[in-house]
């Protein structure tokens, strides 16, 4: 059955450094990744989309690749924030088609 | 504006207790959906709408009924509750049916205590 891991439960990084997160991806070949943010009590928030024919994908300091071959995605903050502080989501497309599974997340935690 | 709102934001009620949480979506998505995030905050599809039809259901217990009676609103219905159903419900929305390249739009989540 398709499995989404998402290896770090917490990490923790001081500000100013990159912080990356890891999505892997089994028994799978999903043609979009997704990645959400999502904060205390709030609902996820989208962050990025990539497509399997593109390796790479900006949006300000984020950055996220995507490794069909190696079935995994990589997000990236550089420059990070304590504002940056929250749970990150990666997720994809199930096998029919018709909703979104999500990776257990990854919760950021920057220190000033 | 709110883009997918839902009600209450927070429910206490007793075992064997019935409950409905509300959605609603003003961003003219086809499809809708309920997702459930337990204590370790694993969030796991429950059921998805597109055009009032049902298109999912992950092994879901049937004492949950999703209700739709527009593209813009669906309803969770909750029979005979158990401890077990504490937790965080989200409602979420989408362009097209599924969200195989468009994003997805969640509410604030409904934190659903069973005492």
């Known amino acids: 059955s398709q499995k989404i891991e998402q290896n770090s439960e917490a990490l923790n990084i001081q500000e100013g450094k990159t912080a990356t997160l890891t999505c892997n991806y089994t028994?799978?070949?999903?043609?979009?990744l997704q990645w959400y943010r999502q904060d205390p009590g709030r609902g996820p928030v989208f962050l990025l989309l990539?497509?399997?024919?593109?390796k790479e994908k900006r949006k300000e300091r984020l950055k996220v690749t995507f490794d069909t071959t190696l079935k995994q995605s990589l997000f990236h903050i550089t420059a990070s924030q304590p504002a940056d502080s929250a749970t990150y989501l990666c997720a994809l497309i199930n096998q029919a088609g018709t909703a979104l599974i999500f990776g257990k997340g990854t919760t950021l935690s920057v220190s000033s | 504006d709110t883009a997918v709102s839902q009600t209450p934001k927070y429910l206490v009620t007793q075992m064997g207790n019935d409950k409905s949480i509300k959605c609603e979506q003003n961003?003219?998505?086809?499809?809708m959906y309920w997702y459930k995030q337990d204590s370790k905050k694993f969030l796991k599809i429950m059921f998805s709408y597109n055009n009032k039809e049902l298109i999912i259901n992950e092994t879901v217990p049937n004492r949950f009924s999703p209700k739709s009676p527009d593209k813009a609103h669906l309803n969770l219905h909750i029979n005979s509750l158990e401890l077990g159903d504490s937790a965080v419900y989200f409602c979420?929305?989408?362009?097209?049916?599924?969200?195989?390249?468009?994003?997805?739009?969640f509410g604030q989540g409904t934190r659903l205590t069973v005492v």
């Open positions: 990539i497509r399997e024919n593109e």
């Open positions: 961003l003219g998505h086809d499809t």
């Open positions: 979420a929305s989408s362009l097209i049916r599924g969200v195989m390249n468009t994003e997805a739009f």
């Open positions: 028994n799978y070949s999903p043609a979009y």
